[in-house]
């Protein structure tokens, strides 16, 4: 598999982690479940959101190469 065909894998990997942990950590906290659920799955949202922004700046990069 081609860097570009697996960097878009990966971002798609990491929305779907974000959407998945964005509503755990919504629903968490709308509940006011358990403080440490509650933190623990924003902090996943926060790391993964990071993640991507990692991922989109490799593509941005990519692109300016091919231009």
Same mark, same amino acid.
């Given at each position: ?7 878009? &894998? ?6 779907? @982690? %974000?959407? /998945?942990?964005?509503? &755990? ?6 509940? @006011? %479940?358990? /403080? ?32």
């Amino acid at each position: 598999m081609n860097k570009q065909s697996q960097l878009i &894998l990966d971002m798609r990997h990491v929305a779907n @982690d %974000l959407r /998945d942990y964005g509503h &755990l950590a919504y629903h968490n906290e709308l509940h @006011d %479940l358990n /403080d440490t659920d509650a933190t623990f799955w924003t902090e996943e949202v926060e790391k993964q959101m990071v993640k991507m922004m990692q991922l989109i700046k490799r593509y941005n990069d990519q692109v300016k190469e091919l231009v």
